[in-house]
Structure formats: structure tokens, C-alpha cells
């Protein structure tokens, strides 16, 4: 054996193998045959485990598939760009960088064959420009256009399930089939970016999307949107299908001095807030119609109740303003300029009611009313005006650290908001509001109603005073009939 050199994974050459060798009689203990049960049992239980652990894993992989197929396609980074005078937030479906040094805003609406040739010369630009410039979609379905509306909202709901990139992807494909826009195929495109069909179809019949749709194309109204497509390049405006070379002048102008502010200290992320507000023009008043547009039921009168909402202004008013609203949304923002005239010019004769709307796709709305919601719950009905104040003015940053700066500047019991805010404390109040609004058809905000009339959107203040005015004395004629005060709103608007 001299020579051999031992290999714990080798048995060495020319030494004797480690098993019996025929004839060899080695010592073995008696023969029993529990070894064989043992080896029995052993089996069973291993077959077992790999039949358990092999369903388990097929459950396991269908839920995951199924959990895909409902949630977006990634975590959604919440931005804002709400203080330009063409907003645009996390809300927006964009192709781009969000620090792009350019941002073109597109009013758009899918029958529209303009629009269908703006699509392949937005491409060229962003081939060209790269991530200097990112594109914002802004919806304009324009009446006359019957299937533009559903597609709006269609495509409005892909991108809230899946996400921006889904959303162009839905996008690109009712631009190619403008002629077979339909439910079945918005269906059947959606399904091609991994929506779950049920959900999708669900939200298109609740018209869970139209609200976004709405605000888009009041905004259009607002910034001087009147036909499509209209582009915005940092504000600077491009009406129509324009050649590529309209939006390079534009676009190389703009890029001059956005790489300046950056050089001066200026965030990108910043650049489109900065220029948009040197470029932008608002509408003349020759390019604005001489009336706003009007409610189809304008002088309708709507019997919407107080009920327990909070009140601000003096319960012996001769008109009361209801006012649906979210804490998120900017044309609310915009309406509290006229809400506060109005508060300022008619001190007796006013008084103001606000009811929970926030919107689905406005993910600080509800936290926001839930501070609210608590303030009043603590300390009344001004202390929820107070917040109410707050909210607006701290818009877009409605952060649950912001929320919480605005309880601490109260004086609330921070803890019991913070508690209210988590567990959805008065999320009855908010659904019953909600659901009230959706009831009178208030399905986008702000939406009023001055004594009952309906009035739709941001409005410029003469609209809100012109109502009034025409209420007062309708008001004082009930009154000099014998309606006591304490029931004159009832009595105006059928309650009673």
C-alpha cells in the first residue's frame, strides 16, 4: 500500500473497495425489517412535501400573476409642477424625464385627425431632443367628437392602473385605429398592458375617470385651449398639427435660456415653473367667449341640503353657497379667490357650506379633508375653516408631514390627527358627500350651488355675483311673505 496517496472523494487505486466483496462475510446486525418502514415513511412524507410545496408555488405564482394584472405596472413618484400657469402634476400621463429642461403640454383628443398627425412629429422631436424634452398629455375631447369623451376617459383609466407608459402605449393605439374606437377595443387594448378587464370595464361605467377628463379640458378653457391639438412648449403656445420645425424654433429658444437658470442655480426640476410663467400669455379678451360657459341647467334649482356640513357665515344669510370640493385640486384653489369677494361684499347676506369631494386620482385630497374633517371635530366649525385655509394655501403640498405642520400651527391634538388621518376616521362623512355629489351631478369640482343654481368650475367672480345678486331679492320677497329666517334656504330650494 506504500505509495497510495488517500482522496477523501476518491476510493485510491489498488486499495481494497469499501463495499462487501463476494465470499467476504462481514459483521452485519441481526436483519430487521423496521428499516424498511422507516424508508417507507421517509418517502411518503418527502412525495408529500414536494406535491404540498409544488401546489403551493402554483398558488403562490397565480396570485402574484392575478396582484399584477391589478396593481400599475410600478410605484407611482408624486411630483408637481401645480404652480405654473399650466399645471401639471403626477396626475398627467408624461413621456420624458420629469427634469426635462422642456416640457410641451398637449391638449389632445382621440377622433381628432389633427391631432393624429401631432403624434409622429412629438415623436421626432423626442428623438431628436432626448431627455431634454418630456410631453404632458392634457385631454380636449371636444363635443362634436362623440367617441373622443369615452376614449379620454378610457385611456385615463389605463394610466391610473398601469401607469404612464401603458397609458402611451393605449394612447399610440387609438391613434392608429381612430375609426374603431370602441368599448370592445378599449377593452382588448387596455388588457394588452396587463389591466384587469373586470376593474377596467367597472371604472368606464361608474365614469370613475370623467372627473379628470373634465378638469383637463376646463383647464384648456382657462389657459386658451380653444381647438386641437394646442401645444404649450414652457408656456410659449403652438396652435394645430404644426411641422417639426415650428417646435425646434420653439424648442431651441427655450433651451438657451432654461440651461442659464440651471447654470444660476435654478433646479431642473424647477425650469418648467420658471419659464412657463415669463412665456406664458393668458387668453385676451377677445380669445375668451364673452360668456363662460353655462350649466344646461343653470337656473334649474337643485334641493341639496346642509345638512351636518360645516358652515361659515351667518345662519340668518339670504343665500347659501354649497360648494363640493377637493383640497387637491387647483381650480378649487382658484375658486377660494371668489369665495373670499364674495365673503367680503355681502358679510350679512352669504354664508358658505363646503362639502367632502376628493377625487380618485388625487391621492392627498382625502388625507387632506380628514385634517379637516378632525380640526372641526376638536374645535367646530371655525377651526375647520381655519384648516380649510390652510390646505389651500399650503396646495400642492398636502404631504403627511405638511398636514401635520398645519395641525401643530392649530394647536390640534396632533396624535388624534395623525390617528384620524391613518384609520379613515371620518371616511363615512366623505363617502355620504361624495355620493350626494355624484347624486345632483356634481362629478368634477368645484361645483356650486348658489341657492340651488348649479354653477360649474373656477368661474371668474362676476358669474358667482351675478347669481347672488339675483337671489338676494328673491330671498327678501319669501321673507316679506312670512318665511321665517330659520328656514329660508329650505324653502327656497324645495326642501320644506
Partial sequence: MTGLQHDPYNHPRGAPPPWPQPGAMPHAPPKSNAGLIIGLVVGAVFLFMMFAGGVGVALFMRAKTKAKALAPSATKTVWSDATSPIPVTSDDPMRGERDALVTIVVFSDFQCPFCGRLGPTLDTVRARYGSEVRVIWKNQPLPFHVNAKPAAEAAQGVFELKGSDAFWRFHDQCFANQSALSQTNYEAWAQLEGVDVATFSRGLASHRWRPKVDEDARLANDVGARGTPTSFINGIKLAGAQPVSAFERAIDGELV??????????????????????????????????EPAVDADANKIFPVPVGASPVRGPATALVT???????QCPFCK?????????????????????????????????????????????????????????????????????????????????????????????????????????????????????NGRKLTGAQPYERFKAIVDEEIPKARAKLASGTPRSSLYDEIVGLR
Wanted: no cysteine; glycine share 6%.
Fill in 257 to 290: 435660456k432654461a440651461r442659464s437658470l440651471v447654470a444660476a442655480g435654478t433646479p431642473r426640476d424647477r425650469v418648467y415653473v420658471e419659464r412657463s410663467r415669463v412665456n406664458f400669455n393668458a387668453p385676451a379678451l377677445g380669445d375668451t367667449p364673452a
Fill in 321 to 327: 353657497v354649497i360648494e363640493f370640493g377637493d383640497y
Fill in 334 to 450: 382658484r375658486a377660494e379667490v371668489s369665495m373670499d369677494r364674495l365673503r367680503t361684499e355681502y358679510p350679512a347676506d352669504v354664508r358658505f357650506v363646503f362639502k367632502q369631494q376628493p377625487l380618485a386620482f388625487h391621492p392627498r385630497a382625502e388625507p387632506a379633508a380628514q385634517l379637516a374633517l378632525e380640526a372641526r371635530a376638536q374645535r367646530g366649525d371655525a377651526a375647520y375653516f381655519i384648516a380649510h385655509d390652510k390646505l389651500f394655501a399650503s396646495q400642492p403640498a398636502l404631504e403627511s408631514s405638511d398636514l401635520l405642520g398645519i395641525a401643530r400651527s392649530m394647536g390640534l391634538d396632533e396624535g388624534r390627527v395623525s390617528t384620524a388621518i391613518l384609520t379613515k376616521k371620518h371616511k363615512s362623512t366623505i363617502d355620504a358627500e361624495s355620493k350626494l355629489a355624484n347624486g345632483f351631478g356634481a362629478t368634477g369640482t368645484p361645483t356650486f350651488f348658489i
